[in-house]
Nanobody
C-alpha cells in the first residue's frame, strides 16, 4: 500500500524559509513523478513543483520559480521542498502527490486526476 507522509509545515514570517518533507513508502514501481500541490483557503488546489524519479526532470510553477527548490533522496525515498523568500500568498495546505505512470512531467500537465496517491497535507502560514 502506497503511503505519502508530509512534514515540515509551520508559521514563518515573510522572507523566511521552510523545508517540507514527503516520505514515500510502498511503491512497487521504480519510477514515478512526485511533488507538491497547494491549496489556499477558498481557492483551487494548484500545482507547485514536481520531480521525476526516472530522469530527474523538475517543474516549478511560475509563482515559485527562483524561490522554491525540489530535491530527492532516493536512499530514504524522501523528497524535499525548500521554500525560501516566503510570501504571505504562499500560505496554504501543501500536499504531496505521486503519479505512478511518471508521465506528468513528460506531458507538461499537472491535473489532480493524474496523481494516484496523496498525502494528508501540511499547513504553511506566512505571516508577520
Amino acid at each position: 500500500q502506497v503511503q505519502l507522509g508530509e512534514s515540515g509545515g509551520g508559521l514563518v514570517q515573510p522572507g523566511g524559509s521552510l523545508r517540507l518533507s514527503c516520505v514515500a513508502s510502498g511503491f512497487t514501481a521504480d519510477y514515478y513523478t512526485i511533488g507538491w500541490f497547494r491549496q489556499a483557503p477558498g481557492k483551487e488546489r494548484e500545482a507547485v513543483s514536481f520531480i521525476s524519479t526516472s530522469y530527474g526532470a523538475t517543474y516549478y510553477a511560475d509563482s515559485v520559480k527562483g524561490r522554491f527548490t525540489i530535491s530527492r533522496d532516493r536512499f530514504i525515498n524522501t523528497i524535499y521542498l525548500q521554500m525560501d523568500s516566503l510570501k504571505p500568498e504562499d500560505t496554504a495546505v501543501y500536499y504531496c502527490a505521486a503519479d505512478r505512470t511518471d508521465t506528468a512531467l513528460q506531458l507538461g500537465t499537472f491535473e489532480l486526476w493524474q496523481f494516484d496517491y496523496w498525502g494528508q497535507g501540511t499547513q504553511v502560514t506566512v505571516s508577520s
